[in-house]
C-alpha cells in the first residue's frame, strides 16, 4: 500500500511508465513464406532444370554425329560427296549412292557382254565423279568395279577392255541415270584406265563435259582416269564388297 499523498510533495512516479516498451509479436503470414517452400514451384524449376539439360545433350550428340570423316556424306555442293582417299584430282561423285547389281550381262555391251554370259560376276559397283583438269576442263569420269570369285577371270577382263571395239562395262551416263547435255556414254574419247587386284578389277573411263572441253586431250583423259583408279576401293567397300 502507498503512503499518503500531502500537498506540496512532489508526486510519486507513475510505475507503469518506467516499464520498457515489449515489441509487438511476430506475425507470420503466407506471404512472407520463401518461394522454395513451395511444391508446384519446386517441381516447375526441376522441369525446367531437366529440358535444360536434355537441350544442351541434344545438340552435343547432333555435333558429334556430324563431325564425321569427309566424304562419308553429302556435302553443300548438290548434294555430291568428296572421296575419301587422295589423289591428283578432287573428285566429287554425281550420285550419293554407287548402284550395285549382283550380275553384269546386262550392264555392258559388246564382247564385253559376251565375256559377261560365259563368266558371270559375283558384283558389280558403279558410280559417276566429276573433277576438273587443267584450264578448268570439268571431266566425267565413270568408276566401276567388278568381282569374280577369281584372278584369273579378273585378268582376262582387263585384257579384253583393253583392247579397241571390245565395248566395256556400261558407264551410268550410257545407261542414263545420269543426263549430262551431249555426252551419250563416257567411252569416245578413250580416257581409260584399269586395275586388277586379286578377283577384284576396277575400270575407269572418263570423258570432258562438251561445255567445256577446249584443249583438251587423251592423255589428260588417261590421267585422270588413272587417279582414280583410288575410287574403286571407296565405292565398292562402302557398299559391302
Known amino acids: 500500500m502507498s503512503a499518503p499523498y500531502h500537498p506540496g510533495q512532489t508526486p510519486w512516479p507513475d510505475n507503469q511508465s518506467q516499464r520498457p516498451d515489449r515489441p509487438p509479436p511476430i506475425q507470420f503470414r503466407p506471404d512472407d513464406q520463401e518461394p522454395g ?26 555435333y558429334i554425329q556430324n563431325e564425321g570423316t569427309p566424304g562419308t556424306g553429302a556435302d553443300d555442293d548438290g548434294g ?71 584372278e584369273e577371270l579378273a585378268v582376262e577382263l582387263q ?14 551416263v550410257k545407261e542414263k541415270v545420269i ?7 563416257l567411252s569416245a574419247r578413250g580416257g ?3 586395275q586388277v587386284q586379286g578377283g577384284r578389277i576396277t575400270i575407269v573411263e572418263s570423258d570432258y563435259d562438251p561445255q567445256s572441253s577446249d584443249g583438251g586431250s587423251e592423255s589428260e583423259l588417261d590421267d585422270v582416269s588413272e587417279d582414280a583408279l583410288r575410287l574403286g576401293g571407296d565405292i565398292a567397300d562402302d557398299n559391302g564388297g
Request: contains cysteine.
Open 37 to 62: 517452400s513451395n511444391p508446384v514451384f519446386a517441381w516447375i524449376l526441376r522441369i525446367v532444370g531437366l529440358l535444360g539439360v536434355a537441350v544442351v545433350s541434344g545438340a552435343v550428340w547432333w
Open 80 to 150: 555430291r560427296t568428296p572421296q575419301r582417299s587422295e589423289g591428283k584430282y578432287e573428285f566429287k561423285a554425281e550420285i550419293a549412292t554407287p548402284r550395285v547389281d549382283r550380275e553384269c550381262q546386262d550392264h555392258a555391251y559388246g564382247k564385253t557382254q559376251d565375256f559377261f554370259v560365259a563368266n558371270p560376276c559375283d558384283r558389280l559397283t558403279r558410280s559417276v565423279f566429276t573433277t576438273t583438269a587443267d584450264g578448268d576442263r570439268t571431266v566425267y569420269t565413270s568408276v566401276s568395279v567388278v568381282d569374280f570369285g577369281s
Open 159 to 172: 585384257r579384253l577392255t583393253k583392247s579397241d571395239g571390245t565395248g566395256n562395262v556400261s558407264d551410268l
Open 179 to 185: 543426263s549430262v547435255d551431249g555426252l551419250d556414254g
Open 192 to 194: 581409260y584406265a584399269s
